[in-house]
């Protein structure tokens, strides 16, 4: 079974958090942020926050959107989680929080979609990042840069969703 769509891009940890919402849905949830620290990937909704253990080595998200019940996660998932996500617009945001927008996602039709989130390669990047940090000394930010470049595991969130109905909003204007 192939996904009927498919999204990834490559985006940066703003303060380790990564951001995905529907195109109007501006404000921000501060509970669900704080709960992406605890289980890695939390929402309202509206919003998905995903949380890195480290601030820059670029992650790659990918969404992938399936005609049924997605799959489970991938056998080498470090976690995972059920999510819901209600897109009145159709359009998902991937932010970088203060860093803007990585990519934009048109899903296949506005509504909610459910699934699940899961990650890997999250702790061996975090891993990385602090043997980096250790060898600091005089360093340019051209070095720096390319240390992240050349972080040897590949950090990686990927959200499994199908549609399930049409977002609250449309069933009122129906």
Known sequence: MEPVHEFS??????????????????????????ESRRSVVAGNGYHLYLHSLQP????????????????PPSADAEGHTAISLDSATGLLV????????????TLPQPGVYVGNAWWSGRQAASKYYDEV?????????QQISDAWSACPAEERYVLDLCYTR?????EEDD
Do not use: F, H, N
């Open 9 to 34: 891009v490559t985006a940066s940890p703003d303060r380790c958090l990564l951001e995905i919402y529907d195109a109007d849905a501006y404000l921000g949830d501060d509970q669900a942020w704080e």
């Open 56 to 71: 820059r080595i670029p992650v790659r998200i990918s969404i992938r959107i399936w005609e049924q019940k997605p799959p």
């Open 94 to 105: 991937i932010s970088q929080l203060t860093l803007g927008p990585a990519g934009e996602m």
């Open 133 to 141: 940090l250790e060898q600091l000394s005089d360093w340019t930010l």
């Open 166 to 170: 049409p977002s609250p909003e449309e």
